[in-house]
């Protein structure tokens, strides 16, 4: 199920439009600020980020191994530069934003999930975060969604953090493009980081979807993508539609 959420490059921008509203409104953000790279170059980070997530997803079982130990060793090298370390929620954070929109943008562009299939999804990455070393993280799925709503109330917060992300966007993506990222993560986002954003209920391009579904079947989503993306990043945005490695 995972293989086939993150085979999809449309999916896959899904996913990381919600995670972008989300990462500027977690309380440690400011890590993602301590290297510079993430308001520095957003795009850049968001298909970093996307290639070490799809060759984890995509690899053989000891080769993902290795891209996460390779994760965890480039935290580690932050936290000792910085002379502090990451607290275990906010990894516990990313790992849970990774299955959430992983489900929701899937059925946002597909259809619903049944439940194994969304306990599929959270297995894998429950695997993902073990292999990291996180502590505290829950066994099943129900008991994911719970600790989920708890760290949606909990650690998220507007900063000014959260504001000069979005203006990076905007400036990273112009106008056009950065109106079409909001819309997006209206879509996909919980109703608590819409509420801390001051988002709307509904997204205004949720009539455009049927035509966008539509253009898939014509071949035409390639033609679409590379509008909606800066085309400084068009080998990125074709790759995401190609699995990498092999899948065993």
């Known amino acids: 199920m995972v293989r086939e959420i993150w ?17 500027a409104l977690n309380k440690a953000v ?18 970093s980020t996307v290639a070490y997530a799809r060759q984890i997803v995509f690899s053989p079982l000891e080769r993902a191994h290795q891209t996460i130990d390779k994760m965890a060793s480039i935290h580690a090298a932050v936290e000792a530069k910085r002379g502090a370390t990451i607290p275990d929620w906010a990894y516990r954070d990313v790992l849970f934003m990774l299955i959430d929109y992983s489900i929701r943008a899937y ?20 695997r993902v975060g073990h292999r990291m070393g996180l502590t505290g993280l829950p ?8 600790m989920r709503e708890q760290h949606l109330q909990q650690d998220l917060a507007m900063s000014h953090y959260t504001k000069d ?29 819409k509420e801390l954003l001051g988002f ?18 014509l071949k035409l ?25 092999s899948a065993t």
């Open 221 to 245: 989503d390639w033609f679409l993508k590379s509008i909606i993306l800066p085309t400084a990043y068009k080998k990125e945005i074709k790759d995401l539609d190609q699995q990498p490695g």
């Open 107 to 126: 059925e946002v562009l597909e259809r619903e999930l049944t439940t194994p299939e969304k306990a599929e999804v959270f297995e894998v990455f429950y």
């Open 7 to 23: 085979g999809k490059g449309d999916t896959v921008l899904f996913i990381f439009a919600g995670s972008s509203a989300e990462f």
């Open 139 to 146: 066994v099943t799925y129900p008991d994911w969604l719970l």
């Open 200 to 217: 709307r209920k509904a997204s205004l391009i949720t009539p455009l979807l049927h035509g966008y579904k539509a253009s898939r079947l």
């Open 165 to 193: 992300l979005f203006q990076q966007y905007q400036k990273h993506l112009g106008k056009l493009r950065y109106r079409l990222l909001l819309e997006a993560q209206v879509l996909v986002v919980p109703d608590r980081v």
């Open 30 to 47: 400011d890590w993602l600020y301590f290297t510079g790279r993430l308001p520095a170059d957003p795009l850049g980070r968001l298909f």
